[in-house]
């Protein structure tokens, strides 16, 4: 059963950092790609980046360009998001999640964790 673990959200003044770390366990399937998405409050759940696992290569929303970095370390199974410049509208909650080479879909999701935003 595949399992993602997030972990680095909390509270950060608008302009700060943070940096969100996924770990992912009990994959049967090779990675296509992992990714971060986020929900709002009273919103649906958008993306915000992925990378594609064999080459690296990331892909961003327009609302996060330029200020997020996603990273990934294919030994540990790992993928990282650093947000840097943030503001208050980036306020949410974020999940991380996985696709198989197979679907090439995002099927797994990890609990989520709150990023809160202070202006």
């Known amino acids: 059963q595949v399992q993602l673990v997030e972990s680095g959200g909390g509270l950060v003044q608008a302009g700060g950092s943070l940096r969100l770390s996924c770990a992912a366990s009990g994959r049967t399937f090779r990675t296509y790609a992992m990714g971060w998405f986020r929900q709002a409050p009273g919103k649906k759940r958008e993306f915000v980046a992925q990378?594609?696992?064999?080459?690296?290569?990331?892909h961003y929303a327009d609302s996060v360009k330029g200020r997020f970095t996603i990273s990934r370390d294919n030994a540990k199974n790992t993928v990282d998001l650093q947000m840097n410049s943030l503001k208050f509208e980036d306020t949410a909650v974020y999940f991380c999640?996985?696709?198989?080479?197979?679907?090439?879909?995002?099927?797994?999701w990890g609990q989520g964790t709150q990023v809160t935003v202070s202006s």
């Open positions: 990378i594609i696992w064999s080459d690296g290569l990331p």
């Open positions: 999640t996985i696709a198989g080479t197979t679907s090439r879909s995002f099927d797994y």
